[in-house]
């Protein structure tokens, strides 16, 4: 059996595809299983068992030694969240937690982190183990992963192998239900069907003009393929970035999707929110060496094409992945 939490959200439910189109049906999908929107996602997938995620703890200590691997993906991923007790109970406790039962079981687990730890950047985009414990997140989510990040790395018992994921800013299909939270190409191409214009994020930045701020966009295939990498490579634990290893614009963004609906240029710009004005991010870079280092070889794919791929083979026909 192969363990997903977070299996009916927007990168769990992706993965659960690529298992399944990989032969891997014995599947058991961990969630909270209480959003239809989001229950949609598993509709077409191979689902051995459902397990609520209040129940998954207590569910290995009795079926542990029948788990292949894991992969932890479930978490509170709102980087507007404020309630710091809720993030640390989710995704920092509840982290420890699947952690030490992959130690009692003999379980590999690959879990999410997330570019969030890295703050504003100043201390670069390095994936290295004595990185954490530099970092600033700029929210509490960031500290919520960045905290567990610390504490794996610091445990003297540890899972044969683990791999924690910094994700960087992924996008893709299936994240239809995620409102303020989905990507920017999600938002991009709802609003450009409704009004043939695109409004970005005004630059509070003198460093950066307006729309020219950059984030290391990822396409969700290129996420699940890793994550299958690492399932079969069991090798050379530790944290590892993931992104596409390229920054690029707001721009550059908008108007690949201008292009892939056929729709003529129409973007302007509103001030970004006060209540994330103060944390927003402009500039992120995923360093991806330590994962080539390893072997992995696959090309990401460029923006355009995975621009390209979402809005012509999902969102214009409104299947899911």
Partial sequence: MIVVTGAVGFIG???IERLNSDGYNDIVAVDLFDNEAKNANLLSKKILKQVSRESFIDWLDENGNKVEFIFHLGARTDTAEFDKELLNRLNTDYTKNVWKKCITYQIPLVYASSAATYGDGAHGYNDAHDQPFQLEPLNPYGVSKNEFDKWALKEETQPFFWAGLKFFNVYGPNEYHKGRMASVVFHAYNQI?????????????PDFKNGEQMRDFVYVKDVVDVCCFLMHHRQNSGIYNLGSGEARTF????????????VKENIGFIDTPEDIREKYQYFTEADMNKLKSIGYDRPFTSLEDGINDYVGNYLTKDLKY
């Fill in 13 to 15: 439910s992706c993965l």
């Fill in 193 to 205: 069907k409704k009004t043939s214009s695109m409004r970005l994020f005004r630059s509070h930045n």
């Fill in 251 to 262: 721009l550059d963004l908008t108007r690949a999707v201008f292009k892939a609906i056929d």
